[in-house]
Every structure is written in C-alpha cells, then in structure tokens.
C-alpha cells in the first residue's frame, strides 16, 4: 500500500512538473514576445527619432535673425546736441526691439524664472519631472501640458508649431536638449525676453515695458516686472490694459482684466519670494506699489514714411542685395523685421524747410488742361560731406509709403542745367576754353531748311563770350563748345567724373538712341533724364572744388547682434575736377543767378551760383544750384509729360530759393572756396576775349583769371577809323565839317537780354 501510494506520488510529481514546465514555457514564450515586441518598438522609435525627429531637432538660433519681426529704427543726428535720435521704427508684421540681456532688469529675469520654470538652471533643457506629470495627464485623457521649460516655450514661439500630438512634444524635447547645448542660459533667456507676446500687439519686453509704463525697460521696478512677465501666461486675461471684466453672479463683484493682472502679479511675487529671489521686505513693497498704467505710449511705426524714409529703406535694401548677393525678398525682410539701426544722413532742420514748402499745395497749386497736378521734386546734398540732407518727392501732404519719389525715381531730360556738367565743364578742364573765351553765337548747321540750334530768345547776337553764353544759356555757344569737345568725351566725363547714367546705345522700335550726341549732351535731350538727386551730387562738386563724393541717405547700418552691416563711410573721394574749372564754372553761375536767367533764385545773405534748364515744349523745368553750405536741385512738371505755360515762368526757381532762403535762415555769410594758384583781376573786351582797346567802349568787363589764362594781347576787334574829310564843293555849307568818328566794324553791338528772359530752349 505504502509502495502504491509513493508511486501515486512520483506520477502526480511527474504531472506537476510536466505541468509546469508546459507553464513556464508559456510564461518564457510571452517575455520573449514581449522582449521581442519592445526591442522591435524600441529599434523602430530609434529609427523614427533618427530619421524624424532629429533631424528635426536641429535648431539654430541665428537663423531666426530676419524672420522674428524685430522692430528696426532710423536715427538722425540732432543739429543742436550732435547726437543722434530715433526719427522712425520699422516693422514688419510685429512690433519688436531687440534688447540684450544688461539691459534687462535682474528682477524681470528672477520673475520669468520664477513663475515660469523654477528649474530653468538645474535642467538640461527639458524638467523631467514635469514632462513625466504631462505624460500621465496624457493617459488620463487630458491634454499634454506643463511640462514646458522655458527653453521648450522659446521652441515654440519661434517654429510657431503648437500642435497638442506626441510627435510635436517629442520634437520639442530633443530640439531643447539640443538647443541647450549650443546655447547658454543667458542666451536663451535673452531670446525669450525677447520673444514672448505681452499683449497689444506687443513683441518682447522693451515695446512691452514702453506700451505699459512708458519708460524702457531697464527702468522697471520689482512691481511694475512682476505685473510685465505675468501678462504671458494669458495676454487675453492679464493685459491690464484690456477691457476683460467678469462678474459674479453670486456678488455681483466685477474683475476686470487690471485686476486679474494684479493677482497674477501677486502670485509671482510671491513664487519669487518663496525661491529666494526677493525678501519679505522687498515683497511688501511691491504688492503695495501702486502701478502707473496711465504712461503707457506705443512705439508702433507710422505707415505713411517720409520721403527722406522711403529713400533710405529703399537704398539700404539694394546695398544689402549688392553687398550679400541677397533676394529682394530677403533684404526687404531684413530692413523691416531684422532688428536693425539704421543711422541716417537726414538734417532734420533743412528737412523741416524742405516740408514747410512741398508740403503746401499752395506753392505749385496747378492743374494741366488734362486734370493732372503740376508736380515738384527737390533734392539738398551737403557740400562739405556729400550726404544728401533732405528731399521731396512730391507736392502736398504724402498719402502712401514706398511709393513713387519723384526725388530719386522721376527722371526727365535737364535741358539746359546739363550745360555746366557735359559742356563746360569739360572744355575748362581740357583748356579749350575760359569765362573769356569767345564764339559765334549763330546757327550750328541747317537741318530740313532750318537753322539750328536756335536760342531761347529766337536771335543770334554774333560774337560773345564764354561767360555771357552761360549767364544767358546760348544754345549755339553750347553746341559748338561741345562740338570741341566731342561727343564721346563730354559723355565719358558725365559718366566718369560726375557719375551720371547716360544711354550709349539703344535700340526702341527699330529706332536707334544714344547720348553720345550734340543736342543730348548741349541742350539737355537725354534718352532716360536724370533725377534731382542725380543732379544735386553732380553740381555739388563745383562748391567742392573738384572732389566727387557718392551721395547717400545713411552712413551706417548696425544689425542686432551690434556688428556693422553696411559701412556708407568708407567711400573714397575722386577728384573729378581741377580747382581752377570749378572756380570759373562757379562765377559763371553766380552771374546766371545775378544778371541772367536764373535771377528769380536769388535771395540776400549769401553765395549763389546755379543753372536754369528748360526742354523743348517746356515739359520740365528745372534749377539745380549751391551756396558754399548746400546744394539743390529742382524739378518740375507733370507726371505725364504736358507743355507748362510759358506764363508761368520757371517754378522751379522759385521753389528753390524759397526752400534755401529758409534753410540758410541764420547761417553766416561765407564765400566759396578760392582755389590756390596766383589770381589776376582784369578787364577785357567780352567780344574778342583780349585786352580791351580804346574802341571797345561799352563792351569792357571785369573777370579775375588765373595768371596763365589773363589775356595778353589787346583788342583787335573793335578799332577806331579815321574819316578823311574832302574839300566841300564851291558854295558848299562848311560850318558843319565834321572830324572821325568811331565806327564798331565788328558788327552790330549785341544786344541786352530782355529784362526778364523767358526760359532757354532745350534739345528733344
């Protein structure tokens, strides 16, 4: 029996153990499906994190440079302190300012920190701790939240992805992990300072601290940051500017959005008192401080910018595309949203005289036959600097920004006022002639039947000089000069020494232009024209006896990070011209101003040269001249070309001196620059150009010559005859002989321009 019942025993052992073991296999089976199973789930999230998320993850700080809309401002120097001052802010779609980190209050920082990642300087980018609450509250059906460091908030501002699915949180994850390493703490925070939205269209702590308290943000209190950071958390609730109010139906008690900021302001303070931020004492002052919103001003930009303004935005944007071979897109992105200081050339006191004439309509109020508005532009160089000071591009209060500017885009031929650049400049430099050089004021060739070219005042007066030919804008003396000149090298010193643009070759409907021609470089017809700003940096080098300097509406562009983006300083000056041709080019023009057809330009107190120019129809009148401080060129017409009338005069002369009148408004009387080199004052027969003989009469002048250029013989021209009297007839009258007299064998005297000469004419 006891054998029987152990073999009972050794079977239910055998069975228990077969049993078993059939379960541990079971068991072994399922590990080693679910091992199998975790290593195939955990090979193929590493190959998704390799191949998705990380590549993903790379996060580069800088490359956010133009696109985060940081506010970029235009300065100008103040005339009175020398300083410069923010004149205009620019940007994009949102309002920012850079600020770096020593600018920020320590409290701001400790407020950020304390209320919005405790741990910011414990962890490596990523609170694990909390990442892990936000995971539970993801299994618990609730969305994943709070487990963003300041570091992932950053992340999300910048890539604006704020999808709630775990593929945007794991990303956010490793892109913090990797931001962390490349980037220190301080770094990160400046950018989210820099970054997060305050409400009102706010971007950032500095437009923030403006828009709220009115001062910078350097300036907060431990209150006035505390109520500033609380704002984040819900713009739409802690603004304490909105007009959230909420009552409660059991009291009837009203919050309102102040109110709400206030208790949210008290909850940091106290999270920083509680982290060791502030002390006690520190706390009950800021809850108690009473918080000024009253002061609050906007730093938002006025749509509508300046001429000057529209001029540099658009000038910086081509230097940048130039300089960095960059897009349109990209520079114009950069200009408006990259955070840039912009330091401009503008004087704000001629820019006021400038805008205290063009922007009254009264001072051009005229309309063509057609409906158009007759239109003016104006451009104002600096002699001494070359910098172009103020501008105009248009009549009247300016309506749009970045539009048409007539200053710098409208280019019209320059009639007569190309005379002093293409024609005599060139002859002076070369020694072809001087002020008293003389030529034959009558028809260059017959064309069709038809003399040509023909004068203003429809006559020719024969034999005259240089120096009178400019005062009265003689267009045969113009061709003709030119013609010794030649063509080819008045057009190669307008693009060489004045740097003005001019047609070689073109061909327009099988038709065939150029510039390199008699009536476009002698009577102003050229193909494209020219811009005022074109013409002011051109005649600005005869104040400056000789030296060309580029023109430009700003000096320095600084980005951001506080490195030089464009340097307009580093230009170097060409001599253009000698100082004995800029000497007599100018007192040429004095006279143009003083006795001859720009006289309506003059005003007391000061130097004045200049030049008229006319074109054919007179569809576009201008006067570009100078003073020993500035230089201005004005354009008038039509923005489709229509014939002013010729009652009208030349508006341009008068618009110019209205504006320099004003602009030279307590300035000192100053001479222009005398060249070095011995001076000789004469007098000579403006007829002949030589020595005046005792029968040159009423045709003696006075010019002061460099030495090598005074006249030395006298005048063969006008010589005194003597009549030789006959024997009178017998019963013949005698009492009334006669002796000689003196007789002008050089032709009729010339005669005197008209009081008030009507405009010269000018090529097509």
Not at 443 to 448: C, E, R, T
Not at 454 to 480: D, F, H, L, W
Not at 577 to 586: E, F, G, H, I, V
Not at 677 to 692: D, F, H, N, R
């Amino acid at each position: 029996m006891e054998h029987n019942r152990d073999n009972k025993r050794s079977k239910q052992t055998r069975r228990n153990r077969k049993k078993h073991g059939r379960a541990f296999k079971v068991i072994m089976t399922i590990v080693l499906i679910f091992v199998i199973t975790t290593a195939m789930l955990v090979c193929m999230a590493a190959a998704y994190i390799k191949n998705v998320i990380i590549p993903q993850a790379d996060l580069q700080l800088d490359t956010f440079d133009a696109s985060m809309s940081l506010t970029s401002t235009m300065y100008c120097r103040n005339p009175s302190t020398n300083n410069y001052e923010a004149m205009q802010t620019l940007y994009g779609d949102e309002n920012r300012v850079w600020v770096t980190l020593d600018e920020i209050p320590q409290d701001l920082i400790d407020a950020a920190v304390a209320i919005e990642d405790k741990r910011f300087y414990q962890h490596n980018g990523v609170d694990w701790r909390r990442t892990i609450n936000g995971v539970l509250l993801m299994f618990t059906g609730r969305d994943i939240q709070g487990g963003s460091t300041l570091t992932q908030q950053l992340i999300k501002n910048l890539t604006t992805e704020d999808d709630v699915t775990v593929k945007r949180k794991i990303t956010e994850i490793f892109r913090a992990l990797e931001l962390e390493q490349n980037y220190t703490k301080d770094q990160i925070l400046t950018w989210y300072l820099n970054y997060i939205y305050l409400g009102e269209g706010c971007n950032g702590v500095y437009t923030a601290s403006y828009k709220y308290f009115g001062k910078h943000v350097s300036q907060l209190s431990l209150a006035e940051c505390a109520s500033l950071i609380g704002i984040t958390n819900n713009p739409s609730k802690y603004d304490p500017l909105g007009r959230l109010e909420i009552v409660d139906e059991e009291t009837g008690e009203v919050t309102t959005s102040r109110d709400f900021n206030k208790q949210r302001q008290e909850t940091i303070l106290y999270a920083m008192l509680d982290q060791g931020y502030i002390t006690q004492e520190e706390y009950d002052e800021a809850v108690a401080e009473e918080l000024n919103f009253d002061q609050g001003r906007d730093l938002e930009n006025n749509t509508t910018y300046t001429w000057y303004e529209d001029a540099v935005i658009n000038d910086v944007i081509n230097d940048l595309m130039e300089t960095y071979n960059w897009s349109e897109e990209i520079a114009t992105q950069l200009v408006f949203s990259g955070g840039l200081e912009i330091y401009t050339c503008m004087n704000p006191d001629v820019q006021a005289a400038v805008d205290e004439i063009y922007n009254d309509q009264a001072n051009l109020n005229l309309t063509s036959s057609s409906g158009q508005q007759l239109q003016s532009a104006i451009t104002v160089v600096d002699n001494e600097t070359g910098e172009v000071v103020a501008m105009a591009g248009g009549m009247g209060k300016k309506t749009t920004s970045r539009g048409w500017n007539r200053a710098t885009d409208t280019k019209r031929p320059p009639g007569s006022s190309i005379k002093p650049l293409a024609v005599y400049a060139p002859a002076l430099e070369l020694g072809l002639i001087t002020p008293s050089s003389t030529y034959e004021d009558s028809p260059y060739q017959v064309i069709d039947g038809k003399n040509w070219p023909v004068n203003a005042t429809g006559r020719y007066q024969g034999t005259v000089s240089i120096a009178k030919a400019v005062r009265e804008s003689i267009n045969t003396v113009a061709v003709k000069v030119l013609a010794d000149v030649t063509p080819q090298t008045s057009y190669e010193f307008m693009r060489d020494r004045f740097h003005i643009k001019l047609v070689e070759k073109r061909t327009i409907n099988d038709k065939e232009y150029s510039d390199i021609d008699l009536a476009p470089l002698a009577l102003g017809g050229l193909t494209d024209g020219v811009s005022t700003y074109d013409m002011a940096a051109a005649y600005s080098v005869f104040p400056r006896q000789g030296v060309y300097k580029e023109p430009r509406t700003y000096s320095i562009v600084i980005d951001r990070n506080k490195q030089i983006l464009l340097d307009n300083t580093q230009e170097v000056d060409e001599s253009a011209l000698s100082q004995k041709t800029c000497y007599y080019m100018t007192e040429m023009l004095k006279q143009v101003v003083s006795n001859g057809t720009g006289k309506n330009a003059n005003f007391a107190g000061q130097e004045i040269a200049g030049k008229t120019g006319t074109t054919t129809s007179r569809k576009d009148l201008w006067f570009v001249g100078y003073t020993p401080y500035y230089t201005a060129a004005v354009w008038t017409g039509y923005d489709q070309q229509e014939r002013l009338a010729t009652g009208l005069g030349n508006p341009s002369t008068t618009l110019w001196q209205k504006v320099m009148s004003k602009i030279h408004q307590g300035l000192s009387y100053k001479d222009f620059d005398k060249p070095e080199g011995q001076m000789k004052t004469i007098q000579y027969c403006a007829v002949s150009g030589m020595l005046p003989g005792p029968a040159c009469g009423g045709h003696v002048v006075t010019g002061t010559f460099f030495e090598d250029d005074v006249p030395t013989q006298i005048c063969t021209v006008h010589k005194i005859q003597v009549v030789t009297p006959t024997r009178p007839s017998e019963g013949e009258n005698t009492d009334d002989e006669t002796g000689g007299e003196t007789e002008n064998p050089g032709g009729e005297t010339p005669a005197e321009p008209p009081a008030d000469p009507p405009a010269e004419g000018g090529g097509e």
